[in-house]
Each structure stands twice: as C-alpha cells, then as structure tokens.
C-alpha cells in the first residue's frame, strides 16, 4: 500500500507586467525629473455629499458620518486620504516583490488614523494652527504573504513605505495653492 504526500496548493495573486515595469523604471532612471499630473473634479450634491469625477471612472462620493452632520452614505474624506495610502503603498509592495521577483499569495494593507476636527472646518471652533489638524499620527499593518522570507517581505514593504508618493505625500511640507476659479 503506496500513501500519497500530501501537497499544498499554493495560489499567486494576479501578477503585473514585470518588462512593462522594467521599462517604466528605466524612463524614471533616464529622467528622474519627470512628473505627471492627476487630476479630479470633485461637484458638491448637498450637505457633505460630494462626487469626485477621476477620468471615465465611476464617481467617488464621500460624505460626513451623521455626527459631522454629514448622511453618511461614503466614506468620509480622512477615510478617503487613507484609502489612498493603502493603495499606493500596496501598488508599491506589488511593484518591488515584481522587481525582486517575489511572487505574493497575500497582501492586505490596515490603514489607521488619528484625526480630529475641533476647529469645526474653521466655522467658528477652536483656533488652531494647520499643524495641529489633520492626522495627527497614522499606523499601517500589512500582511503580506507570498514565496519570500518574512525578513525579504519586510524589506519589500519598507522599500516600497521609502518611494510611496502618496506615503511621501504625507510626511512632508508641498506647495499648496487654493484660490478661486476663473
């Protein structure tokens, strides 16, 4: 009688095109400088509901949870900044195991936030200079899991947290205008 070894499946996550990457960082290689521009029409429906139009894709809507006066039908808008950390950083993590060639069978990113709104948008609550609103401190847990050690997983993930734009977004001090439409 012959017993079987059992085997474990092990399935990947949908991969990216590595020679489209690898040919997107030589550009970055031959011309650090070079920037894009995003771009986003936000339209307000009443009360906090707004749509963010982003290219042909669906609208974004964000709101204000009922306690903000808000409907609470979306996310609020600190949850959308959030949302786009997790996602550039887990778009970072996807392109560095790519690079190392580390395949991935995992990758969930915990995003949280410290965030208060005492100054009331600046309708009349409590003065405050703009570095004390905002996220105040923010945490990522990521579990990632895929054919790497958790040393070389951990190093992906901290490479890709280093060249994050939206991460880098956050850490430091940008240009910022606002002023009304022609």
Request: with cysteine; aromatic share 6%; charged share 20%.
């Amino acid at each position: 009688m012959t017993t079987a070894t059992p085997q474990t499946v092990q399935t990947y996550l949908r991969p990216i095109d590595r020679d489209g990457l690898m040919k997107f960082a030589e550009q970055g290689r031959d011309n650090p400088a070079r920037r894009g521009t995003n771009k986003v029409h936000t339209v307000v429906e009443g009360q906090y509901r707004t749509l963010s139009y982003v290219g042909d894709h669906a609208a974004v809507v964000v709101d204000e949870p009922l306690h903000l006066f808000g409907e609470d039908t979306a996310p609020a808008p600190g949850e959308i900044v959030l949302s786009a950390l997790g996602g550039c950083l887990a778009v970072g993590i996807t392109a560095v195991a790519t690079w190392k060639q580390v395949k991935l069978s995992r990758l969930e990113l915990f995003v949280e936030g410290d965030i208060g709104n005492p100054a009331a948008w600046g309708a009349g609550g409590a003065q405050m200079q703009p570095s004390e609103m905002g996220f105040q401190a923010i945490r990522v847990k990521v579990l990632v899991e895929g054919d790497a050690s958790r040393e070389e997983l951990d190093e992906i993930v901290k490479q890709a947290n280093f060249y994050s734009p939206v991460a880098n977004t956050m850490r430091n001090p940008i240009p910022f205008s606002i002023g009304l439409a022609d």
